[in-house]
């Protein structure tokens, strides 16, 4: 059995927010739309090329490697089983299980065609998480690996309480995600369901809250 491996993979491409898409699809994926689809062992210095024929700059040769390094990692190191974090940028970090080999689908999003289909484990709240983990979850690079705090991560999902009890099918349903004074509350809300039935849903929630405090 191949050994599991942890990755933190930002869903800001393009700085064009995409957690709530990925969590929605159940895929997670990279920009760079223009450089095709990619096969398996696939080197860096091809990558590089594609990049500079595809008109993506780079600052320097060390960000053009780096860029490549994402692709080398998702296209060819990444493997299903493994587990990647998936942060939103306000406080939560969605924990995702790689459930496919690397695909290129540009009807997904014009701005991430470079994908794997997950499942979502759970979701976590960042400010909980012990502070070195922390720090790696706030790396702002595109796609790194976690390896080095993987007894940390195992023996966290292996304890919450929601892995593997996700059976919602997200192609239709959006997971809302709100918060305020430190409290976050997570609402999962049918796409179908319009301005009005959502607004019946939340006061039916608050009456019954109201009831309980």
Known sequence: MNEKHFWLLRAFPDNVPHYNVFLNASVVGLGWPRIGKLEKGIKPDELKQLFIENDYPAA???ALGRRAGYFIRFVNEMQIGDIVFVPDNNGIVAVYEIKSDY???EKMSVHVPHLRKVQLLTTLKVHSLSKSLQRL???QLSFINLDKAKEEITTLISNDSGVGQTTIN???YSLITGENKGKTVQIIIPNNASNQEITVILNDIIHELEGKL
Do not use: K, V
């Open 60 to 62: 320097d040769n060390a």
């Open 103 to 105: 695909y290129y689908d």
């Open 137 to 139: 979850l706030g790396n």
């Open 170 to 172: 997200r192609t239709n």
